[in-house]
């Protein structure tokens, strides 16, 4: 009798912003889906974010041989649609939403806080945490502090889209607000829709229910 071997797990791969490396990796390890791999470009491209599109596709030309299914794990993230066009030329997924503060709060949380004060700075775990880095020092203001007043004329608040509760982010994203010289206001969030368009991946490939 010829043994008949199971079919081959299908392989995914989220390839994802570095900034949000924890959050799908504890989404990803939660569900125990064994089946996802996840690698991240340099967070730092939040910052530049025209060259998030070329970044994307020089990774997914060297990836999708390898796997059965890829989800891009950024947002529009400010790319003016031209990161749609590379999703769409290799036929995959990204997450919902125009910025990973959208698709945390939720498209109409986010809709609501913004309706209520335009003027909004946002900040989510990872960015309280490299604060210093992603927004001081990017933005030169550890250099030139003058430049305060200009970068944040239009801003009137910051929102903290926690993903984690803990009492050290909320004083440091706090902090970082007076540092700015906005309001503070803090929404505990969790993974919001992030984890739903990583379920419905997963969920896919797996045999579950969509």
Request: glycine share 8%.
């Amino acid at each position: 009798m010829v043994a008949v071997r199971p079919p081959r797990p299908p392989r995914v791969l989220v390839l994802a912003c570095g900034a949000l490396a924890r959050e799908i990796r504890d989404v990803t390890a939660a569900n125990g889906w064994g089946h996802v791999d996840m690698e991240c470009l340099p967070a730092a491209l939040h910052n530049t974010p025209k060259e998030i599109p070329d970044a994307v596709a020089h990774r997914l030309e060297q990836a999708r041989d390898h796997y059965d299914r890829i989800l891009v794990g950024y947002a529009d993230c400010g790319t003016g649609g031209l990161l749609d066009r590379v999703v769409e030329r290799y036929g995959c997924e990204r997450l919902p939403g125009a910025h990973c503060y959208e698709f945390f709060a939720g498209h109409q949380l986010f809709a609501r806080l913004q309706d209520e004060e335009l003027g909004t700075f946002y900040l989510t775990d990872f960015l309280v945490k490299h604060f210093d880095r992603m927004v001081w020092r990017t933005l030169g203001l550890d250099r030139h502090p003058e430049l305060l007043d200009t970068y944040f004329s239009n801003y009137r608040r910051l929102v903290y889209l926690s993903q984690t509760r803990d009492p050290e982010l909320i004083q440091r994203a706090g902090a970082c607000a007076a540092r700015l010289g906005l309001t503070f206001e803090h929404r505990h969030v969790e993974y919001g829709e992030m984890a739903i368009g990583l379920g419905r991946l997963a969920a896919a490939h797996s045999g579950e229910a969509q």
